[in-house]
């Protein structure tokens, strides 16, 4: 058993890979999807469904696994994103400097939920956080472990 991936759905898929690519370097692997048919509509259960969008690579891996998925459905139902929303809440990555990655993130159109903050774990280091949020609203939580 191995993990694959994790599916973001998106409002616009091409413009929320690009976030991820610049942000955080994760790298597209083709090729990009375009799904529709009966096949899809028995898996999904919606009727004459249509999909689109790519896989991202993370960096750090050099096969074609673990990747985050983004997929934009056709007439897709929306919902306000929260941190404490039970099911799903949020990605996370390690960076070299918090501070840096929240500033690409506003740049690029995401947000901050909170303030950075330091946190001194005793023999595990001291962990630098932030709760950002990508261009859609998806959660994103940043971390830094120092000795």
Not at 101 to 129: C, N, P, Q, R, W
Request: with cysteine; proline share 3%.
């Amino acid at each position: 058993m191995r993990y694959v991936h994790t599916n973001i759905i998106a409002k616009d898929w091409k413009a929320l890979s690009k976030f991820y690519q610049k942000v955080f370097k994760l790298k597209p692997i083709g090729p990009e999807r375009n799904i529709s048919g009966q096949w899809i509509d028995d898996l999904t259960n919606i009727e004459n469904v249509h999909i689109v969008g790519e896989h991202l690579l993370f960096p750090g891996y050099n096969e074609n696994t673990p990747t985050l998925e983004i997929f934009t459905y056709y007439y897709s139902v929306g919902r306000e994103k929260q941190l404490n929303l039970c099911g799903f809440s949020h990605i996370a990555f390690e960076v070299e400097n918090v501070e840096e990655t929240v500033e690409a993130i506003l740049k690029e159109g995401g947000s901050i939920l909170g303030k950075i903050v330091k946190k001194d774990y005793g023999e595990m280091g001291i962990g630098t956080f932030a709760y950002t949020t990508d261009i859609e609203g998806n959660i994103i939580e940043l971390q830094n472990w120092k000795k």
